[in-house]
């Protein structure tokens, strides 16, 4: 699907295994495009060069809530989603699982700023540089409540790689279990606060302990009761709610990354007898 100068509305919709000889190989937005993409799926759809779910270019400004990325290929950069020229995507609870590059396994920005919130980065992987993301050419993204883990680089910038004074902002995020390494960066200066980074990263905040997903094996990265990073995230910036419209915050501070530890309610009390209790007759 190609959008030029348009602005469509998808809901609820399925791309799936398509294929571009250049960009976009499930969607190409192009000059001033603003779809709004919603509850939608980009499966197992290939681009030769850039963006194998999705490709924004020329100030195509998507605005993308709920909607899923999985292994899709780029045989260049972006398998999940290539952001070019002054492209400025929303992306809010979003998954971006299994998805394949070159470079950019999950998204690669160049000269581009998205918004992504509350969204999942896992199991992206790119031959050279930037498993979950690479950015590019004063690409400044902010990345805010959101969860990398287990993306892999052959080089480096396993989670995130920032080139060419890209200067991304990452507020309340989970960086953990990244290969080879969490963050990489190249004539580049992030701002990183109140997040969890494996092996520790400098800035307010910052901690570098594990998160205690419930069950990762399985791609469940919910916070188990105890997790370092429930609670010492910070208040500004952060979302009203997280990836599955839980409220934040939940305790006495907000969370870190795309989920916020909700304190479990106990099952109700059945099938037990009530207590005898004597009673006291009053006389005449």
């Known amino acids: 699907m190609q959008n030029s100068i348009s602005s469509p509305t998808l809901t609820n919709c399925t791309f799936t295994e398509n294929s571009a000889e250049a960009s976009g190989g499930g969607m190409y937005n192009l000059g001033n495009s603003n779809p709004s993409v919603t509850n939608c799926t980009f499966s197992g759809n290939t681009a030769v060069t850039y963006g194998g779910g999705m490709h924004n270019s020329n100030n195509a400004s998507p605005t993308m809530t709920n909607c899923t990325f999985t292994e899709n290929l780029a045989e260049a950069s972006g398998g999940g989603m290539y952001n070019s020229l002054d492209s400025l995507p929303t992306v809010e ?16 920005n160049y000269d581009s700023s998205p918004t992504v919130t509350n969204s999942t980065f896992s199991g992206n ?17 902010a990345i805010t409540n959101c969860t990398f883990t287990e993306n892999s680089a052959s080089y480096y910038g396993g989670g995130i790689r920032n080139k060419d004074n890209s200067k991304p902002t990452v507020t309340n995020s989970i960086l953990w279990r990244d290969g080879p390494d969490e963050i990489f960066n190249s004539f580049s200066s992030p701002s990183v606060t109140y997040s969890d980074i494996q092996g520790g990263y400098t800035g307010t905040g910052n901690i570098n302990a594990d998160p205690m997903f419930v069950e990762p094996a399985n791609g469940d990265f919910h916070l188990k009761q105890g997790s370092p990073c429930i609670d010492t995230g910070t208040s500004s910036g952060a979302p009203s709610t997280d990836f599955e419209g839980d409220p934040r915050p939940q305790g006495a501070g907000y969370d870190m990354g795309a989920d916020e530890y909700v304190v479990p309610i106990p099952p109700p009390v059945s099938g037990r007898a009530m207590p005898w209790i004597p009673l006291l007759l009053m006389g005449d």
């Open 93 to 108: 609870s979003c998954t971006f699982l299994g998805n394949s590059a070159a470079n950019g396994g999950g998204m690669y």
């Open 125 to 141: 992987t790119a031959t050279f540089w930037g498993g979950g993301m690479y950015n590019e050419s004063s690409s400044s993204p």
